[in-house]
């Protein structure tokens, strides 16, 4: 019989506020100069770190820790929150994409049967982010639907590329356009009319996230629907050349441009009639587009000319919203989230963020509250129209503030915080800005422990994934690997480190410590950990607590 109730701890008290630290990009790896946690002050988390076996240790937070398809597979914030707040490890979009295309029922879905049906007399337009960075969508699954929707009939496609060169490096968009060139040759040689109609780059075209610059959209849609852009070429290798040697943009940053034919006219504006897909099986950068191309009443831009078209998504990429209604693949069914069973069990809970990580990742993919009396979230809003290296203490210090005030007010038994700056500003590339960034967020750890002293509480120190400890590509014997010129490559996206977790305050009882028969303890077993920490026992199906209490 089901029960919402958390049986209590055997031994340990409820009622003492915990904090819950999320460092975001925070991986634990060798000291070297790309070490940017290493090369920069971090007298909080070194101190932690002592603590170790006991109050430090390391957990997994890539590959199948995390419900990725495979070990080579990076972590990222989504499926290390997903892990972090659910308790148990869910098969990820990547990996439900993967078997739906493996097995071919994607083309026998709901989903795919919608939009099959535009493609008698309608385009089918793919639109997504062009890599094998495997975070947010990757190449191979864009191929395998490519291939199949033709096979089941579609006559015209044309695909609106996003340039990556952050989940993978720099530079990489070239040949990842060119390998795409092909396939849609490919296409064509089958008598199918397909190829790259827009593009631009992740981070200034489209991928915006958690609403924070509706302008991102806005280019993305003028350049796929509208078939406006700036800049105009007949052939998407040569725009993102050009594009890149003339505007000096790198990857994620490539201005919008559109595919013209002879005639200067775009080839692939989206039309009454046809079908629409983002490819993108990661949530949190799609929902703003998936607003703009599904709803009806939208305010947020002028959309200037709204096509009737039949919409799908990779995925559904907010199960609150039901948004999109129609998608190709079922999202990974994350329920039973720790936040839910805490608040049904009284706990009253405090997140604050500069983006949705401990809120909507945190519970599943939902963006609203479980119980409005017992929850707040605040939402500091980011630095806009600037790179983050640019100020990389983003608002580490804010964020710090209000869980400090939280924790002091005496209002919440969970304070939960994510803490950007390891992870924002090591995809910049920008080694002496991350340093910056690895001390700022250490100072705001240490804000937040002090109030944890002062209140009597308890504190867990994590982080969702690696970035900033390791900013260099390596070889396999873990040498940086040297391009053609001879010269470093610097590594804008995530690694596969372990990361850390603490505990600690003077709120801990002081027999806890740190198990050591948990079998490669990943970010899933922080969940149980934490209830343990408030006071109750996990429900039986979540990955075990980290934690033991013995007598002293
Ligand atoms: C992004 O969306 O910024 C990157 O692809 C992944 O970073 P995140 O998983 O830390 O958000
Ligand atoms: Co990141």
């Known amino acids: ?225 509208l078939g406006e852009a700036p800049h105009k070429f007949q052939n998407a290798v040569e725009a993102v050349k050009t594009l890149r040697s003339e505007t000096k943009a790198n990857d994620q940053y490539l201005p919008p441009f559109v595919i013209v034919d002879d005639s200067d006219k775009a080839v692939g504006p989206i039309l009454d009639g046809d079908a629409v897909v983002t490819f993108n099986f990661r949530a949190d950068r799609m929902v703003m587009i998936a607003k703009a191309l599904e709803y009806e009443d939208f305010d947020k831009f002028d959309r200037v000319r709204v096509p009737k078209i039949r919409y799908a998504g990779m995925l559904q990429y907010d199960g609150e919203l039901k948004l999109p209604s129609h998608y190709l693949v079922s999202p990974p069914e994350i329920e039973r989230t720790s936040g839910e069973y805490l608040v049904k069990n009284g706990i009253r809970t405090f997140a604050c963020r500069q983006f949705g990580h401990v809120t909507f990742f945190w519970n599943g993919n939902r963006s609203g509250y479980f119980d409005e ?70 100072e705001a750890v240490k804000m937040i422990l002090d109030a944890i002293e002062q209140v009597g509480g308890i504190y867990l120190v994590t982080a969702d994934h690696g970035n900033a400890e390791d900013m260099v590509k390596r070889n396999k014997s873990g040498q940086p690997q040297l391009d053609k010129k001879g010269e470093i490559q610097i590594l804008t996206s995530h690694t596969l480190q372990p990361v850390p977790v603490a505990i600690g305050g003077p709120g801990l009882h002081s027999g806890v410590r740190f198990r050591n028969d948990v079998q490669t303890p990943g970010l899933a077993n922080v969940a149980a950990t934490v209830m343990n920490l408030h006071g109750f026992e996990a429900p039986a199906d979540y990955e075990p607590t980290l934690i033991e209490v013995v007598d002293k």
């Open 373 to 442: 009396t017992k929850e707040e979230y605040v939402e500091i809003p980011s630095d806009s129209g600037i790179t983050f290296n640019v100020k990389p203490k983003m608002k580490a210090l804010e964020i710090a503030e209000k869980a400090r005030d939280a924790i002091l007010s005496g209002k919440f038994d969970q304070v939960r915080v994510n803490l950007p700056n390891g992870d924002m500003v090591g995809h910049t590339g920008d080694i002496e800005a991350t340093v910056v960034a690895c001390k700022a967020a250490d």
């Open 1 to 225: 019989d089901f029960s919402w109730t958390l049986p209590d701890h055997p031994k340990l008290p409820k009622g003492k506020p915990v904090a819950v630290v999320v460092l975001d990009g925070w991986g634990e790896a060798d000291a070297d100069q790309y070490n940017c946690i290493h090369v920069a002050e971090t007298p909080t988390m070194d101190s932690l770190k002592k603590g170790a076996p006991e109050k430090w240790k390391l957990v997994k937070a890539h590959g199948t820790a995390v419900g990725l398809p495979s070990d080579d597979d990076m972590g990222n914030s989504e499926v290390g929150h997903n892990a972090l707040g659910a308790g148990r490890i869910f098969a990820q979009g990547a990996k439900l994409v993967d078997t739906a295309l493996a097995s071919g029922k994607i083309f026998e879905g709901e989903g795919f049967k919608y939009i099959k049906e535009s493609f008698d007399q309608g385009t089918l337009h793919l639109i997504g982010l062009l890599s094998d960075g495997g975070v947010h969508s990757r190449l191979d699954q864009l191929q395998l639907l490519l291939n199949g929707a033709s096979a089941n009939g579609a006559k015209k496609i044309r695909v609106h590329i996003l340039t990556d060169g952050r989940d993978v490096l720099d530079g990489t968009s070239v040949g990842f356009v060119e390998t795409l060139e092909n396939d849609l040759s490919q296409l064509c040689a089958k008598g199918i009319d397909a190829c790259i109609a827009s593009g631009g780059g992740r981070m200034y075209v489209t991928m915006d996230r958690y609403e924070n610059d509706w302008d991102v959209v806005k280019r993305g849609w003028d350049a796929q629907v």
